[in-house]
């Protein structure tokens, strides 16, 4: 208590202001025991775990949502590449297949392999001119040869070749029968045209025989050598046809020639 006033009024005022203070600290005891009692703890815990609360429930269900769309993600991941992996395993079987090539390109494919399996000229006036066994055409004799040569043994396409046919196809521009290779006597071919050596001296075919100088000693023993000609060099598709009858330049002006078997003198026509 402070200084006492002659009329009593200070003593009261100072006695008031004593009990009001008095019972503030006692609120705030209150309220702290009231804290500790429903946190647990003493007031310097109490504050970092009720702060700490609401964030440790939510990690475990934030990175339980993480792992599960990693476990989705690896799971699409997976079957992609399975579906890729199957349709590069059917594309390189199949296409090696002759029946690939009009499977889907009826027009103007089915004439062509028609010839591979059963011997029918492209032609159609050759075909309709052959015995009922059809002629013996070079496509089906590579077929039958020790190498069982298919398409894509002597048509080796490259992507960019495939595109380039797809677009004609579907724009339609190809003519019926396909306009023949040109297999031309040079190493330097023009567009359009083709190197009969590079296309038909091939070593996996024929061994011992990759040049013009080999073949034409290898024929040496014929009774005219035609690919050592007195008329100079040929083209190789003068004579040879794959999907139709080939016949001999030769006969045009010698007709003692015994033809092989399957060659004609004169083409077909309709």
Known sequence: MTAENRDGNGIIKEADAADVADAADVADVAASASLTEETGGTDGEDAPQAD????????????????????????VAIIVVMLFGSAGVVYATTHEDPHFCNAICHTPMDPYVESYDNNVSINEAEAAAASADGAPLSVVRHKNSEQEINCLSCHVADLSEQIT???HWITGDYTVPLEG????????????????????????????????????????????????SHMGRQDCSDCHQTHEQPTLMCVQCHDDIDLPEGWVRDKVTN
Do not use: Y
């Open 52 to 75: 700490a609360s609401p964030l440790t429930s939510t990690q475990p269900r934030r990175r339980k949502s993480k792992g599960k769309r990693k476990k989705i993600l690896l799971t």
């Open 165 to 167: 046919e797809g677009v």
């Open 181 to 228: 290779l040109t297999l031309v006597d040079s190493n330097n071919p023009k567009d359009g045209e083709v190197s009969g050596v590079e296309f038909c001296l091939r070593p996996e075919c024929h061994e011992g025989v990759t040049t013009r100088e080999e073949l034409s000693a290898a024929m040496a023993d014929q009774q005219r050598n035609p690919h050592d």
